[in-house]
């Protein structure tokens, strides 16, 4: 069974960090683009960072110079981490992974290959 399994997520005062991570098992993802995207309660889910086989990464506008995304492919694992948050940060984060290049349509359909249940982090003022 293939999984992707978030964790890392918790509570943080505005101006805090963290740092999520995301597991892969039931295979290898070295091929795969893999990035976060986020919900916030009533909003629609929408795309915080992503990382290339090649290691390659793009942002979403909010989280530019906030945000920083790695990956181990040897871990078959990425990474979010997360500076200076704010409380609109606030969300349930989702890893996600796809044979798709960033940016394609999958990635702004939001049909992805694969996607974890989500790690909540809220942020508090």
């Known amino acids: 069974q293939v999984q992707l399994v978030e964790s890392g997520g918790g509570l943080v005062q505005a101006g805090g960090s963290l740092r999520l991570s995301c597991a892969g098992s039931g295979r290898t993802f070295s091929t795969y683009a893999m990035g976060w995207f986020r919900q916030a309660p009533g909003k629609e889910r929408e795309f915080v960072a992503a990382i290339s086989w090649s290691h390659t990464s793009a942002y979403g506008d909010s989280v530019k110079g906030r945000f920083t995304i790695s990956r181990d492919i040897a871990k078959n694992t990425v990474y979010l981490q997360m500076n200076s948050l704010k409380p609109e940060d606030t969300a349930v984060y989702y890893c996600?992974?796809?044979?798709?290049?960033?940016?394609?349509?999958?990635?702004?359909?939001?049909?992805?290959?694969?996607w974890g249940k989500g790690t909540l982090v809220t942020v508090s003022s």
């Open positions: 996600a992974a796809d044979k798709e290049t960033i940016g394609g349509s999958a990635w702004l359909s939001l049909r992805m290959d694969y």
